[in-house]
């Protein structure tokens, strides 16, 4: 069965720092492309990154460039997103996403790990 | 790229619920439709444009054409009532893209 748990949410003020981590099982983690996708409370999703299986091509949404940093550890089985200068609009519930490939659809979803940012 | 869809749309139950979602030129691309409930992570029910997930009922079929890609609920039930979001990849920025959403309610 194939298996995401998000995981490193919480509370933090804002310009602080937080690294969330994605653990997966059931498939074989090195084959697929992964994703980073966010909910604002109320509001619609929001693709945030993607890494490829070798972590040789790395995308971001223009709203995280330069602040946030995605990577995978694939002998670990895991996927991380470091999330620094965090801002009160970053609040939101982060999805752990997999992908065939770069481009194709999210075909299994992690249940989510909420960040909030607030003095 | 910018995806836009009808912020909601009702059917009654048993009939036929259309979801657009607008696009320059998203004929030219392919579309994903992914399902969320509340409290819940979002599901995919269509993808590629036109192809069903193996669990996702027939009932969920999927167009698109021109600048608008469409997913269809037929004979809607009650437990389809969800947000509904479309979803492709921007070649041209190398970014994901969703739109922002469209809610099913079933009268």
């Known amino acids: 069965e194939v298996q995401l748990v998000e995981s490193g949410g919480g509370r933090v003020k804002p310009g602080g720092s937080l690294r969330l981590s994605c653990a997966v099982s059931?498939?074989?983690?090195?084959?697929?492309?992964m994703n980073w996708v966010r909910q604002a409370p109320g509001k619609g999703l929001e693709w945030v990154s993607t890494?490829?299986?070798?972590?040789?091509?790395?995308y971001y949404a223009d709203s995280v460039k330069g602040r946030f940093t995605i990577s995978r550890d694939n002998a670990k089985n895991s996927l991380h997103l470091q999330m620094n200068s965090l801002r009160a609009e970053d609040t939101a519930v982060y999805y752990c996403a997999r992908a065939v490939v770069v481009g194709a659809r999210f075909d299994y979803w992690g249940q989510g790990a909420l960040v909030t940012v607030s003095s | 790229y910018v995806l836009t869809q009808p912020p909601s749309v009702s059917v009654a139950p048993g009939q036929t619920a259309r979801i657009t979602c607008g696009g320059n030129n998203i004929g030219s691309k392919s579309v994903h439709w992914y399902q969320q409930k509340p409290g819940q992570a979002p599901v995919l029910v269509v993808y590629?444009?036109?192809v069903r997930p193996s669990g996702i009922p027939e009932r969920f079929s999927g167009s698109n054409s021109g600048n608008t890609a469409t997913l269809t609920v037929s004979r809607v039930e009650a437990g389809d009532e969800a947000d509904y979001f479309c979803?492709?990849?921007?070649?041209?920025?190398?970014?994901?893209?969703f739109g922002g959403g469209t809610k099913l309610t079933v009268l």
């Open positions: 059931g498939f074989t983690f090195s084959s697929y492309d």
């Open positions: 590629d444009d036109a």
């Open positions: 979803q492709l990849w921007d070649s041209g920025s190398d970014q994901g893209v």
């Open positions: 890494i490829s299986t070798r972590s040789n091509y790395i």
